[in-house]
């Protein structure tokens, strides 16, 4: 059994849990089905494309669902109706289901199906609000004294 024990962290580090949480299921989700094969490829700083070799399946068969942190593809082969009788079968048929676990704040950018490759590109948008500030040091405003409005009508 290949198993990583997170305790040690999970004492000194607040708000990892879903991390750690990922990391434990990581094994027990994939444990074994490999299709179908694909890559994952950084493509820049916050673009990233996933790519499925999903041969023999139309872009009717194939479904894909982008939910908060999650991608979730399927393939549903549909049945042929001019299937003869076959002698070997070395090309897939059945169907399958990938599930991705996605960074905040990445989402779907694009799909498209071509020559029997799925490829599914993400881009990383961080909202202004989240992203990294510069504070400068040393630009305390001069202090200003404030009439008392009884006084500036005294005088």
């Known amino acids: 059994m290949n198993r990583f024990d ?5 004492r000194t580090m607040v708000g990892f ?3 750690f949480d990922l990391l434990e299921n990581q094994n027990r989700m994939n444990s074994g089905d490999n299709y ?14 996933i790519t499925l070799a ?3 399946f139309k872009q009717a068969d194939i479904d894909i669902t982008a939910q908060q942190n999650l991608l979730v593809i399927q393939g549903k082969k549909g049945e042929d109706a001019s299937a003869g009788q076959y002698l ?8 399958f289901e990938r ?8 989402r779907v950018d694009d799909a498209n199906l071509e020559d029997g490759l799925l490829t ?8 202004e609000a989240m992203k990294p500030k510069k504070i400068p040091v040393g630009t305390q405003k001069p202090l200003t004294v404030v009439k008392d409005a009884d006084d500036s009508q005294a005088a």
């Not at 997170?6 to 999970?10: K, L, N, V």
């Not at 676990?101 to 990445?106: G, I, K, P, S, W």
């Not at 599914?120 to 909202?127: A, F, G, K, S």
């Open 54 to 56: 999903v041969a023999g």
């Open 88 to 95: 070997h079968v070395g090309i897939a048929q059945r169907g």
């Open 17 to 19: 849990d879903r991390l």
């Open 99 to 106: 599930r991705f676990e996605l960074a905040d704040y990445v």
């Open 120 to 127: 599914i590109d993400l881009v990383r948008e961080v909202p």
């Open 36 to 49: 179908p094969p694909f890559n994952i490829e950084r493509r820049g700083e916050d673009a990233y494309r």
């Open 6 to 10: 997170f305790t040690p962290y999970r």
